[in-house]
């Protein structure tokens, strides 16, 4: 019976030291254990350090897929406040490319849509940009009844520039449609969407670069631009430039 009790301990500390590896094995400095949570030990168990997966290979550094006809490849999380990495709080999920190449890529196999961008404020921005290129092969859609050219054009406008002779001829214009003369001193310059809200200005440019010019508003897009002489101040024939900054 002595002997039953003996081999019985010894199987029992076998088995301890067995399994311990496997239970703690989901560890901050232990390999990662498939289908459960890691680290192991509960909602309170977290990793203090960054986790690390350095690759060198011609193809993706690492690859998460799901075979299911109705479950995702992955799913990040975070806690992180406002700002984002400038002010030094990290987003939730962050691509840079080191050199000049692409940063991220979406695609989808078919449907109507690729994907979406929603927030619990309707009123937040759904991104923002340094970039100042126009997106190209966005022609077919749709934006509260605005075809994306037509976002383009008043995107230009917003922001737009243009030079008008004497004469009233139009040149190296963005986001101004016509410029005429309609009398001595006295021109009609219109832009491709309402700049009501925009910062307007024009500045006489000729020779003599110097004399009084003004801009006034006809309607949201159309407005009259009055120049009149370097000296004396009658309204005559000038040369401008004319801006809206938005």
């Known amino acids: 019976m002595k002997l039953q009790w003996k081999y019985l301990l010894a199987a029992s500390m076998t088995g301890l030291l067995i399994g311990a590896p496997l239970a703690m094995s989901a560890g901050e400095g232990r390999p990662m254990n498939g289908g459960a949570r890691n680290p192991a030990g509960g909602a309170t168990a977290n990793y203090t350090q960054e986790t690390q997966i350095i690759a060198n290979t011609s193809t993706y550094g690492t690859r998460q897929s799901n075979k299911s006809n109705n479950g995702g490849g992955a799913i990040y999380g975070c806690r992180s406040a406002l700002g984002g990495s400038a002010a030094g709080n990290e987003p939730c999920l962050r691509a840079t ?64 520039k243009a030079q008008v002779s004497a004469a009233g001829a139009l040149a190296n214009a ?36 110097n004399g009084d010019v003004a801009i006034a508003p006809v309607n949201a897009t159309t407005y009259t631009v009055t120049t009149r002489a370097a000296v004396g101040g009658a309204v005559a024939d000038r040369a401008f430039h004319v801006t809206s900054i938005c």
């Open 97 to 160: 490319n080191l050199v000049n190449g692409s940063a991220f890529e979406f695609a989808n196999n078919g449907g109507n849509t690729v994907g979406t961008i929603t927030s619990a404020n309707v009123n937040a921005a759904p991104f923002t940009t340094n970039a100042r290129g126009v997106a190209t092969g966005l022609n077919a859609d749709q934006v509260d009844g605005q075809s994306a050219s037509e976002i383009v054009t008043s995107a230009q406008a917003l922001n737009s």
């Open 174 to 209: 963005r986001g101004v449609t016509a410029a005429t003369r309609t009398a001595e001193g006295t021109y009609t310059v219109t832009f491709a969407a309402d700049v009501s809200a925009c910062a307007l200005n024009a500045t006489v440019v000729d020779a003599a670069n």
